[in-house]
């Protein structure tokens, strides 16, 4: 591994795969933690301290909730990789993306068909994160079913194809044959 910097983030590099992480990581990892506590405190949970408190709630959250975000990445690159695009890097800022290869011209990864799998992945690993949470967590208050739910909205909200840079919107480009290289 070795690092460098790259217009103002961090970046690390493993062989081929690079880690890029922005400044704007620490937006995403606050909002978790603020989401960590607000849903601690909505489950009942009012000590600060303890095993049972909000601060190992908040953390719980903010862990699990980080951990779904970087599944439905690892959906992108999976089905990348089943069309012969190897995942490239990360990039860790308000959110998380990860970089995939171009498919090779006239492969069948280059079709909008594959396009939009590749797009679609994404969302359906977060519901399937979404719904490993769910079966875990003792209750529907507990982290893991907070994290379960953000999960599933993280999946819905990037199915709606006009939200800017949404997978949903990705398959749209896909149908119309623009080729985007950074998958969110
Ligand atoms: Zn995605």
Redesign the pocket.
């Known amino acids: 591994m070795e690092s460098g910097t790259r217009r103002g983030a961090v970046v690390l590099r493993v062989g081929h795969f690079a880690i890029e992480i922005r400044r704007s990581w620490a937006v995403l990892l606050t909002a978790y933690l603020i989401g960590g506590c607000v849903t601690a405190l909505a489950g009942g949970h009012t000590e600060v301290g303890g095993r049972d408190g909000i601060v190992v709630a908040a953390l719980a959250f903010a862990v699990l909730a980080f951990a779904a975000a970087l599944f439905?990445?690892v959906?992108?690159a999976l089905a990348g990789a089943a069309f012969g695009r190897r995942a490239v890097g990360l990039v860790l800022k308000a959110g998380a993306?990860?970089r995939i290869e171009e498919a090779a011209p006239g492969s069948r990864g280059a079709t909008a068909w594959a396009e939009s799998l590749v797009?679609l992945?994404?969302?359906l690993a977060?519901a399937l994160i979404g719904l490993a949470y769910y079966n875990v967590s003792s209750a529907v208050t507990s982290p893991f079913a907070w994290a379960a739910l953000l999960a599933f909205v993280d999946g819905l909200v990037?199915l709606v194809p006009v939200v800017a840079n949404?997978?949903g919107n990705?398959v749209l480009l896909a149908l119309t044959r623009s080729r985007p290289r950074l998958?969110?």
């Open positions: 439905h990445e959906g992108h993306a990860v797009a992945s994404g969302p977060s990037n949404s997978d990705r998958v969110d």
